[in-house]
T-cell receptor
Framework: GAVVSQHPSRVICKSGTSVKIECRSLDFQATTMFWYRQFPKQSLMLMATSNEGSKATYEQGVEKDKFLINHASLTLSTLTVTSAHPEDSSFYIC??????????FGPGTRLTVT | TQLLEQSPQFLSIQEGENLTVYCNSSSVFSSLQWYRQEPGEGPVLLVTVVTGGEVKKLKRLTFQFGDARKDSSLHITAAQPGDTGLYLCAARPNYGGATNKLIFGTGTLLAVQP
Protein backbone atom coordinates (compact mmCIF):
# COMPACT_ATOMS: atom_id res chain seq x y z
CA GLY A 1 0.00 0.00 0.00
CA ALA A 2 0.90 3.66 -0.30
CA VAL A 3 3.33 4.89 2.33
CA VAL A 4 3.71 8.39 3.69
CA SER A 5 6.57 9.33 6.00
CA GLN A 6 7.15 12.33 8.21
CA HIS A 7 10.38 13.70 9.56
CA PRO A 8 11.15 14.25 12.29
CA SER A 9 8.86 12.10 14.40
CA ARG A 10 9.57 14.24 17.45
CA VAL A 11 11.12 17.66 17.79
CA ILE A 12 11.73 19.98 20.70
CA CYS A 13 12.55 23.59 19.96
CA LYS A 14 12.95 26.78 21.92
CA SER A 15 10.39 29.54 21.84
CA GLY A 16 11.06 31.99 19.02
CA THR A 17 12.80 29.55 16.72
CA SER A 18 11.42 27.97 13.56
CA VAL A 19 11.02 24.28 12.87
CA LYS A 20 10.46 22.45 9.61
CA ILE A 21 8.48 19.23 9.26
CA GLU A 22 8.74 17.11 6.12
CA CYS A 23 6.04 14.93 4.59
CA ARG A 24 7.02 12.49 1.87
CA SER A 25 5.03 10.10 -0.27
CA LEU A 26 7.43 7.19 -0.63
CA ASP A 27 5.99 5.12 -3.45
CA PHE A 28 3.62 7.41 -5.30
CA GLN A 29 3.38 10.96 -6.52
CA ALA A 30 1.04 13.33 -4.80
CA THR A 31 0.07 16.66 -6.31
CA THR A 32 -2.01 17.34 -3.22
CA MET A 33 -1.07 16.89 0.41
CA PHE A 34 -2.84 18.00 3.54
CA TRP A 35 -1.61 19.19 6.92
CA TYR A 36 -3.55 18.54 10.11
CA ARG A 37 -3.04 19.55 13.71
CA GLN A 38 -4.17 17.48 16.66
CA PHE A 39 -4.30 18.30 20.36
CA PRO A 40 -4.25 15.51 22.96
CA LYS A 41 -7.36 13.34 22.95
CA GLN A 42 -8.95 15.52 20.29
CA SER A 43 -9.74 15.08 16.64
CA LEU A 44 -7.68 16.15 13.64
CA MET A 45 -8.11 19.72 12.48
CA LEU A 46 -7.34 20.48 8.86
CA MET A 47 -4.86 23.34 8.62
CA ALA A 48 -4.17 23.62 4.92
CA THR A 49 -4.12 21.96 1.54
CA SER A 50 -0.67 21.81 -0.04
CA ASN A 51 -0.63 21.93 -3.85
CA GLU A 52 2.47 21.06 -5.84
CA GLY A 53 3.69 24.03 -7.79
CA SER A 54 1.24 26.52 -6.33
CA LYS A 55 0.35 28.24 -3.10
CA ALA A 56 -1.19 26.34 -0.26
CA THR A 57 -4.83 26.86 0.62
CA TYR A 58 -5.30 27.60 4.31
CA GLU A 59 -8.37 26.88 6.40
CA GLN A 60 -10.13 29.72 8.12
CA GLY A 61 -8.30 30.85 11.23
CA VAL A 62 -4.93 29.34 10.28
CA GLU A 63 -2.18 31.95 9.93
CA LYS A 64 -0.38 31.42 6.64
CA ASP A 65 2.62 33.51 7.77
CA LYS A 66 2.91 31.39 10.88
CA PHE A 67 2.62 28.03 9.18
CA LEU A 68 4.57 28.14 5.93
CA ILE A 69 3.87 25.35 3.49
CA ASN A 70 6.03 24.49 0.51
CA HIS A 71 5.15 21.67 -1.89
CA ALA A 72 8.42 21.58 -3.76
CA SER A 73 8.00 18.31 -5.61
CA LEU A 74 5.44 15.60 -6.28
CA THR A 75 6.68 13.63 -3.28
CA LEU A 76 7.53 16.29 -0.70
CA SER A 77 5.62 18.91 1.23
CA THR A 78 7.09 20.84 4.14
CA LEU A 79 5.44 22.68 7.00
CA THR A 80 7.52 25.31 8.75
CA VAL A 81 6.29 26.64 12.06
CA THR A 82 7.83 30.09 12.29
CA SER A 83 8.66 31.86 15.55
CA ALA A 84 7.26 28.95 17.49
CA HIS A 85 5.61 29.47 20.87
CA PRO A 86 4.50 26.95 23.50
CA GLU A 87 0.91 27.13 22.23
CA ASP A 88 2.16 25.74 18.90
CA SER A 89 3.06 22.51 20.67
CA SER A 90 0.94 19.84 19.08
CA PHE A 91 0.86 16.67 16.99
CA TYR A 92 1.12 17.53 13.29
CA ILE A 93 -0.05 14.96 10.75
CA CYS A 94 0.18 15.09 6.98
CA UNK A 95 -1.61 13.08 4.35
CA UNK A 96 -1.08 12.60 0.65
CA UNK A 97 -3.80 12.24 -1.94
CA UNK A 98 -3.54 9.14 -4.08
CA UNK A 99 -4.75 8.63 -7.64
CA UNK A 100 -8.09 7.26 -6.45
CA UNK A 101 -8.51 10.28 -4.18
CA UNK A 102 -7.75 8.26 -1.10
CA UNK A 103 -5.79 10.00 1.63
CA UNK A 104 -2.76 8.22 3.01
CA PHE A 105 -1.67 9.48 6.39
CA GLY A 106 1.79 9.95 7.78
CA PRO A 107 2.74 8.80 11.28
CA GLY A 108 2.73 12.33 12.69
CA THR A 109 5.28 14.68 14.23
CA ARG A 110 5.19 15.63 17.89
CA LEU A 111 6.30 19.26 18.31
CA THR A 112 7.15 20.57 21.74
CA VAL A 113 8.06 24.23 22.12
CA THR A 114 9.80 25.11 25.37
CA THR B 1 -19.01 24.58 8.01
CA GLN B 2 -20.19 20.99 7.89
CA LEU B 3 -19.69 19.48 11.30
CA LEU B 4 -19.45 15.83 12.11
CA GLU B 5 -20.51 15.26 15.69
CA GLN B 6 -19.53 12.02 17.35
CA SER B 7 -21.01 10.50 20.46
CA PRO B 8 -20.05 9.51 22.97
CA GLN B 9 -16.90 11.58 23.31
CA PHE B 10 -15.35 9.16 25.78
CA LEU B 11 -16.18 5.54 26.51
CA SER B 12 -14.62 3.18 29.02
CA ILE B 13 -15.91 -0.37 29.03
CA GLN B 14 -14.94 -3.86 30.17
CA GLU B 15 -13.59 -6.49 27.85
CA GLY B 16 -16.40 -8.46 26.24
CA GLU B 17 -18.96 -5.66 26.23
CA ASN B 18 -20.60 -4.30 23.11
CA LEU B 19 -20.62 -0.63 22.14
CA THR B 20 -21.86 1.73 19.46
CA VAL B 21 -20.32 5.00 18.33
CA TYR B 22 -22.37 7.52 16.39
CA CYS B 23 -21.38 10.11 13.80
CA ASN B 24 -24.02 12.69 12.96
CA SER B 25 -24.29 15.65 10.65
CA SER B 26 -26.95 17.87 9.17
CA SER B 27 -25.24 17.59 5.78
CA VAL B 28 -25.45 14.87 3.17
CA PHE B 29 -22.22 13.19 2.16
CA SER B 30 -21.38 11.12 -0.89
CA SER B 31 -19.27 8.85 1.28
CA LEU B 32 -18.05 8.56 4.84
CA GLN B 33 -15.00 6.95 6.35
CA TRP B 34 -14.09 5.55 9.75
CA TYR B 35 -10.56 5.67 11.12
CA ARG B 36 -8.87 4.36 14.23
CA GLN B 37 -5.89 6.13 15.72
CA GLU B 38 -3.52 4.99 18.43
CA PRO B 39 -1.50 7.47 20.53
CA GLY B 40 1.46 8.95 18.68
CA GLU B 41 0.46 7.51 15.34
CA GLY B 42 -1.48 8.61 12.27
CA PRO B 43 -5.08 7.50 11.71
CA VAL B 44 -5.66 4.18 9.97
CA LEU B 45 -8.59 3.74 7.61
CA LEU B 46 -11.07 1.07 8.71
CA VAL B 47 -13.83 1.40 6.14
CA THR B 48 -15.49 3.61 3.55
CA VAL B 49 -19.27 3.58 3.19
CA VAL B 50 -20.86 4.99 0.08
CA THR B 51 -24.47 3.89 -0.32
CA GLY B 52 -27.29 5.05 1.97
CA GLY B 53 -28.28 2.20 4.27
CA GLU B 54 -25.07 0.31 3.53
CA VAL B 55 -23.75 -2.07 6.18
CA LYS B 56 -20.16 -3.26 6.19
CA LYS B 57 -18.57 -5.72 8.56
CA LEU B 58 -14.93 -5.97 9.51
CA LYS B 59 -14.53 -8.88 11.94
CA ARG B 60 -16.19 -7.67 15.16
CA LEU B 61 -16.83 -4.17 13.77
CA THR B 62 -20.07 -3.31 11.96
CA PHE B 63 -20.40 -0.01 10.14
CA GLN B 64 -23.65 1.46 8.88
CA PHE B 65 -24.32 4.48 6.69
CA GLY B 66 -27.64 6.20 7.32
CA ASP B 67 -30.33 5.99 4.66
CA ALA B 68 -30.11 9.75 4.09
CA ARG B 69 -26.28 9.66 4.09
CA LYS B 70 -26.12 12.16 6.94
CA ASP B 71 -25.04 9.84 9.72
CA SER B 72 -23.18 6.65 10.43
CA SER B 73 -22.58 4.22 13.27
CA LEU B 74 -19.83 1.89 14.33
CA HIS B 75 -20.76 -1.11 16.47
CA ILE B 76 -18.12 -3.24 18.15
CA THR B 77 -19.08 -6.66 19.46
CA ALA B 78 -17.24 -8.25 22.37
CA ALA B 79 -14.70 -5.46 22.68
CA GLN B 80 -11.10 -6.36 23.41
CA PRO B 81 -8.28 -4.28 24.93
CA GLY B 82 -6.73 -4.11 21.46
CA ASP B 83 -9.75 -2.08 20.31
CA THR B 84 -8.64 0.79 22.55
CA GLY B 85 -8.02 3.96 20.58
CA LEU B 86 -9.49 7.11 19.12
CA TYR B 87 -12.23 6.41 16.58
CA LEU B 88 -12.84 9.09 13.99
CA CYS B 89 -15.43 9.44 11.29
CA ALA B 90 -14.54 11.62 8.31
CA ALA B 91 -16.18 12.87 5.14
CA ARG B 92 -15.57 15.22 2.27
CA PRO B 93 -17.49 18.50 2.44
CA ASN B 94 -19.88 19.27 -0.36
CA TYR B 95 -19.09 22.92 -0.91
CA GLY B 96 -17.70 23.67 -4.33
CA GLY B 97 -14.06 23.09 -5.21
CA ALA B 98 -13.21 21.27 -2.03
CA THR B 99 -14.12 17.69 -2.82
CA ASN B 100 -10.69 16.33 -1.90
CA LYS B 101 -10.56 17.78 1.60
CA LEU B 102 -11.40 15.44 4.44
CA ILE B 103 -13.15 16.78 7.51
CA PHE B 104 -12.93 14.72 10.67
CA GLY B 105 -15.55 14.15 13.30
CA THR B 106 -15.08 15.22 16.89
CA GLY B 107 -13.76 11.80 17.85
CA THR B 108 -14.61 9.03 20.32
CA LEU B 109 -11.91 7.91 22.72
CA LEU B 110 -12.48 4.27 23.60
CA ALA B 111 -10.77 2.44 26.46
CA VAL B 112 -11.38 -1.28 26.87
CA GLN B 113 -10.36 -2.55 30.28
CA PRO B 114 -9.15 -6.17 30.57
Amino acid sequence: GAVVSQHPSRVICKSGTSVKIECRSLDFQATTMFWYRQFPKQSLMLMATSNEGSKATYEQGVEKDKFLINHASLTLSTLTVTSAHPEDSSFYICSALGLAHEQYFGPGTRLTVT
Amino acid sequence: TQLLEQSPQFLSIQEGENLTVYCNSSSVFSSLQWYRQEPGEGPVLLVTVVTGGEVKKLKRLTFQFGDARKDSSLHITAAQPGDTGLYLCAARPNYGGATNKLIFGTGTLLAVQP
